[in-house]
């Protein structure tokens, strides 16, 4: 069965810091891999996605994302944090075959990520 | 290229009655599914619809149930409402040639059911 946890329900860090949302997975079947941001009375926003190929992606708004199977992890970064970062994060999965849409994604239960100036 | 739009974007109901929510897809995408997000279960898998069928189902009762039209364009309908349907309803669509890709998501209708 396909599940998600993101270990952190919240995350503080000061503006121009690093900063780690954390998320692993399981999965059965090759792994598709996404991070979504949500801000407060709105949808969740696509940041980035793995679906094959290098292990590091590259998203919206200088996010990336490690993609790490030996660690079942795929944590999302960001080398400079901003206070306008401040949201509501949600790691997912799919398991899908090529060609096929994702049908259900699995979401883990949110990181509340908090930039203070 | 517009986004996922949802009517309406806010809703309240009482007990016992229906409600129908709809969800436009954007423009080329043939894939839309619906999602209920509250605080207590985070985000759960409703059902998702493609080429008009309903391909997969999430673990909710009958009283949730939709439909897609041929024009992509989807609704999902709750029966009878209970308060603990009182959530964020979530519509999202993508595109499948050659995929998976990514699903992008509407703003969402927030039900609340008194």
């Known amino acids: 069965a396909q599940s998600v946890a993101q270990p952190e329900d919240q995350v503080n860090v000061a503006e121009g810091n690093p900063l780690t949302v954390k998320c692993t997975y399981s999965v059965s079947g090759n792994p598709y891999l996404f991070w979504y941001v949500q801000y407060p009375n709105r949808g969740l926003q696509f940041l980035l996605k793995y679906i094959t190929g290098d292990n590091l992606v590259k998203g919206s708004y200088g996010f990336e994302a490690e993609f790490n199977k030996s660690q079942t992890s795929f944590h999302l970064k960001k080398p400079s944090a901003l206070v306008s970062d401040s949201a509501l994060y949600f790691c997912?999965?799919?398991?899908?075959?090529?060609?096929?849409?994702?049908?259900?994604?699995?979401f883990g239960r949110g990181t509340q990520l908090t930039v203070w100036p | 290229k517009a986004g996922v739009t949802q009517t309406p974007r806010y809703l309240i109901k009482t007990r016992g009655q229906q409600v129908t929510l709809s969800c436009s897809p954007i423009?080329?995408?043939?894939?839309v599914s619906w999602y209920q997000q509250t605080p207590g279960q985070g985000l759960q898998f409703l059902f998702e619809y493609f080429s008009e069928t309903q391909r997969n189902k999430g673990n909710f009762p009958g009283r949730f149930s939709g439909r897609q039209f041929s024009n992509s364009r989807s609704e999902m309908n709750v029966s009878t409402l209970e308060l603990g349907d009182s959530a964020l309803y979530l519509c999202a669509s993508s595109s499948t040639s050659g995929g998976p890709y990514e699903q992008y998501f509407g703003p969402g209708t927030r039900l609340t059911v008194t």
């Open positions: 997912a999965v799919s398991s899908a075959d090529r060609g096929s849409t994702l049908g259900r994604l699995y």
């Open positions: 423009s080329g995408h043939r894939s």
